[in-house]
């Protein structure tokens, strides 16, 4: 089962930020922290990568059979409407061992929806299908996922807002301070904040494996 604490603590600095720009240096020297309501994407720990062995009980290099990665995570968010939607899109890159023939291989993957750090929200399971081509060692596909959150739930308090993002000025005594630093604030970021988690959806004994390396 994958947890969500794999991710939560790199990721409460995306939601903080969201899909936003980050460290703008505004007319009069000051830094401006934006931050927007998109939800963060990530690939936990662990889960951006499986191996398929033959035979499947297999755990030496020489049986290795198959290796793919997920990479090239990318996301577009949509804030317009009540719901936040957000679209993660990725590519699977995989290599084989034996070239002989023409195969297709079917890997799942997760989508989970992690809200504050912790709390899962939603989870799914969809898949990808890599085709190798008749002496072809390597293949590669898209997948995506995606995500919908009530606006209203991945928003700031008004006055947490005005202090997240109000601009900051060299020499102000408060200048080089994180805001998370705060506890109130950084709080009342976890609560607003979501995460969008994909990764393979490996068995226990894959996440061992990739454990060890």
Do not use: W
Not at 22 to 48: F, H, N, Q, W, Y
């Amino acid at each position: 089962m994958i947890k969500a604490r794999f991710a939560a603590s790199a990721l409460l600095s995306l939601a903080l930020l969201g899909c936003a720009s980050d460290g703008l240096i505004t007319e009069t020297g000051g830094v401006l922290v934006t931050r927007s309501a998109c939800t963060a994407v990530a690939i936990p720990a662990g889960t951006g990568d499986v191996t398929l062995f033959s035979p499947e009980n297999a755990r030496t290099a020489d049986a290795i059979d198959i290796v793919a990665t997920m990479t090239k995570l990318t996301s577009t968010c949509d804030e317009t409407g009540d719901y936040v939607i957000t679209t993660a899109n990725f590519e699977v890159q995989a290599q084989r061992r034996n070239t002989q023939g023409a195969r297709e291989v079917v890997l799942p993957y997760f989508a989970t929806v992690v809200h504050a750090g912790s709390n899962v929200v939603s989870k799914s399971v969809n898949r990808v299908g890599l085709r190798f081509a008749d002496g072809e060692a390597r293949a590669s596909t898209t997948g995506q996922a995606t995500s919908r959150v009530l606006r209203s739930a991945a928003t700031l308090p008004e006055e947490i807002r005005r202090e997240v993002t109000r601009e900051r000025k060299a020499g102000e005594a408060d200048a080089a301070v994180d805001p998370l630093s705060n506890p109130n604030v950084r709080a009342a970021v976890q609560r607003a904040s979501f995460e969008l988690l994909v990764g393979f959806q490996l068995t226990p004994e894959q996440l061992a494996y990739n454990a060890t390396k």
